[in-house]
């Protein structure tokens, strides 16, 4: 069963408590723009929108892959951890680097947990090199090949139980959908702003080019009326799919993380089947679910502590 396949399920879920859904309307409103609470019946008009985009962030955090144990000795036993870090060395740093470790750390009441959760996110790399093949029994030299590796590697969405981190993605899916239509009303203010300003500097001009320039601020005003707001942000919201999506991913590669240009299988192949989660700025993240061991974390931070006490030597 693919890590999508109960997507469809799970938007049949039962809608979100009352309780939940007007806290979310709320931070979704703050997060847009808190001039849409003018509108008298703004609760019950986004109500629908964003109980479905609740529905729709609980199936989105519920698909993503893991939890997938993260460390050295997964690095050597687990193909999937094996490419997506170089070394068993950049796991640690990514570990002793990371600032919501130190402050997960730092909560007394993650304390006594032999592992925690989190979200990890990296950036998928290709590179072109020239490599060694071996056809038959002759040995290829030069052999142009596709490397495939990852960067920006970064964990969030941290908790002490699986739950915990899935709920906490929920939410942040959920926020995310709220920033991206708050970037756009963003659009929409500088649009109105050099509308305005291109109609101050050319108001004295005569025809058509007087016309064009005010129906461009009318339009630009009419689009930020509250009213107008709220509509386009619950069409938005009820859009949700189209905004924020897992996109199955699934490569072929080597221990040293050449691509095979074909469906390789046997000793020293592996398919490894990932999702990017695509925003509404199109940046595509892979994604899964991570269960670290604290005693792998703790000594990451201590590492890195030493490190930066030599720095300042």
């Not at 890590?3 to 806290?23: Q, V």
């Not at 071996?134 to 090949?145: R, W």
């Not at 959920?174 to 101050?200: K, N, P, Y």
Request: net charge negative; charged share 25%.
């Amino acid at each position: 069963m693919g890590f999508l396949s109960g997507l469809g399920n799970l938007l049949g879920s039962r809608p979100p408590p009352e309780k939940a859904l007007r806290e979310a309307i709320e931070h979704a409103v703050d997060a847009v723009d808190p001039r849409l609470k003018v509108v008298s019946d703004y609760e019950s008009r986004l109500a629908p929108a964003v109980a479905h985009a609740l529905r729709y962030c609980e199936a989105v955090a519920a698909a993503i892959p893991g939890p997938v144990e993260v460390g050295a000795r997964a690095f050597a036993a687990d193909p999937l951890v094996h490419a997506l870090f170089a070394t068993p060395g950049d796991i640690s740093d990514m570990l002793g680097k990371s600032r919501e470790v130190r402050e997960f750390f730092a909560d007394p009441v993650n304390a006594g947990r032999d592992e925690f959760f989190g979200l990890l996110g990296m950036r998928q790399r290709y590179k072109a090199v020239a490599g060694v093949a071996l056809n038959g029994d002759v040995v290829q030299h030069g052999v142009p090949q596709r490397l495939l590796y990852f960067a920006d590697h970064t964990l969030g969405e941290l908790g002490s139980g699986h739950e915990v981190t899935r709920r906490r993605l929920q939410e942040a899916a959920f926020a995310g959908l709220a920033r991206g239509f708050a970037s756009c009303v963003d659009e929409l203010r500088q649009e109105h702003h050099e509308a305005r300003t291109a109609w101050q500097m050319e108001r004295a001009s005569v025809g058509e080019r007087r016309q064009e320039l005010e129906e461009r601020q009318r339009l630009a005003i009419a689009s930020l009326a509250p009213e107008k707001l709220l509509d386009a942000f619950a069409e938005w919201l009820a859009a949700s799919e189209q905004r924020l999506y897992l996109k199955p991913t699934e490569v072929t590669v080597d221990r040293m993380g050449v691509i095979s240009p074909s469906a390789a299988t046997g000793d020293g192949y592996s398919t490894l089947n990932f999702p990017e989660l695509v925003a509404r700025d199109r940046r595509q993240w892979i994604v899964l679910v991570a269960r670290i061991s604290r005693q792998d974390a703790r000594e990451a931070l201590e590492r890195q502590q030493q490190a930066n006490r030599y720095l300042l030597i």
